[in-house]
């Protein structure tokens, strides 16, 4: 039996987009912020997704966003780094 580290990983789904956050996301202030959006009318909010790479998605009254978490198998270069990003779209 391998010892294998794992880590959490949160999915953020917007509209039935999926993105999942880089390590090092506050969730709890990502839904606040989400919230916040909600009831201003449309605000973007932006966080930062596996590979490092900056996101904002525009969150109105009418915007569905779903977040869950799973553990996965530890990826030491996925840092939240947004100055480092890796990989391409696939490299997940």
């Not at 709890?28 to 909010?45: H, M, P």
């Not at 900056?54 to 100055?83: K, P």
Request: a negative charge; hydrophobic letters at 40%.
């Amino acid at each position: 039996m391998t010892d294998t580290q794992t880590m959490v990983r949160t999915e953020v789904q917007v509209n039935g987009d999926s993105y999942l956050l880089a390590q090092g996301q506050d969730v709890d202030d990502l839904r606040r912020q989400i919230e916040q959006a909600a009831r201003a009318g449309a605000t973007f909010v932006e966080f930062i997704v596996v590979g490092n790479r900056a996101t904002s998605v525009l969150i109105t009254s009418h915007t569905q966003v779903v977040i869950s978490s799973q553990a996965v198998q530890f990826d030491a270069r996925d840092n939240g780094d947004g100055e480092e990003p890796f990989g391409g779209f696939f490299d997940f």
